[in-house]
């Protein structure tokens, strides 16, 4: 039976803008009853509560300023999701940066704010306060996390992390005692603000070199699609697994083989 969002509420991190913010609204299309935004940048999420009440009336959405590398800053985030709404039922864990010449905060929010996320939602928040039997988490990785990338790869290990984390919390053993479905979702080259100066977040000349020749003959896709294949995977998708959405299409699973597969014979 496939998940009803009607009537549940999500929390976003990294939802001010970008793809985050279009999942909130492709959620709110849906029926979803209210959505948290987390974000660090507050006149972004300002703005964005204001697209959403003119699209989809008053009292549908909140921001709170979230540092996901803090997961203090990030609790603060499900605990006002609580006050306002008294539920919780879809996290995403969004928020992330594409940016090789600042490795370590890349790190910290790509991975650190992932843990955060999942440890606050998986553990305490969505089993508690969850509206129905059954929550959902989806963690954003990238078609990077599946295909190494030589232009940028400290973020593309940091996708990688987040393949392995999301399907470690997705077994199924963690599901049985949560009710908690975790899902990972890897995006395809997307048009947001991520992928503007693209070449000037690399390791060096070397790397920046590489991308300027890369990047303009990979397929981009837009944002709405992505908002689109988030809805799929949330109404349909088994918990611990993989899905991919890129050229503008409809999520296709990623399966990774199990590795007796190519033991010796």
Same mark, same amino acid.
């Given at each position: ?28 299309? %849906? ?46 985030? @499900? ?5 306002? @709404? ?174 007796? %597969?190519?033991?010796?014979?």
């Amino acid at each position: 039976m496939a998940f009803n969002i009607e009537g549940k509420v999500a929390l976003i991190s990294g939802g001010a803008s970008g793809i985050g913010l279009k999942y909130a609204k492709e959620l709110l299309r %849906n029926g979803l009853k209210g959505v948290t935004l987390a974000d660090v940048n507050t006149d972004f999420g300002n703005q964005a509560l204001k697209e959403i009440e003119k699209e989809f009336g008053s009292n549908k959405a909140v921001f709170v300023h979230t540092d996901v590398t803090n997961k203090q800053s990030f609790e603060e985030a @499900f605990k006002k999701t609580i006050e306002v @709404f008294k539920n919780l039922d879809i996290l995403i864990n969004n928020a992330g940066i594409c940016n090789d010449a600042i490795w370590e905060k890349e790190i910290a929010i790509n991975i650190n704010g992932v843990v955060h996320g999942i440890l606050l939602g998986l553990e305490h928040y969505i089993p508690k306060f969850k509206t129905a039997d059954e929550g959902v988490i989806v963690n954003i990785a990238s078609v990077a996390g599946i295909t190494a990338s030589g232009l940028f790869p400290v973020y593309s290990a940091t996708k990688y992390a987040v393949l392995g984390m999301s399907k470690a919390f997705g077994n199924q053993s963690h599901y049985s005692r949560t009710g908690v479905r975790t899902l990972t979702l890897c995006p395809g080259l997307t048009r947001t603000p991520m992928v503007t100066g693209m070449s000037e977040c690399t390791l060096g000349p070397n790397y920046k070199r590489m991308v300027e020749k890369a990047v303009p003959n990979i397929p981009m896709q837009n944002p709405e699609s992505v908002a689109v294949a988030m809805i799929h995977i949330i109404k349909h998708a088994a918990t611990g697994t993989i899905w991919v959405a890129e050229n503008d299409e409809e999520p296709y699973e990623y399966k990774i083989p199990p590795r007796e %597969n190519f033991a010796p014979k």
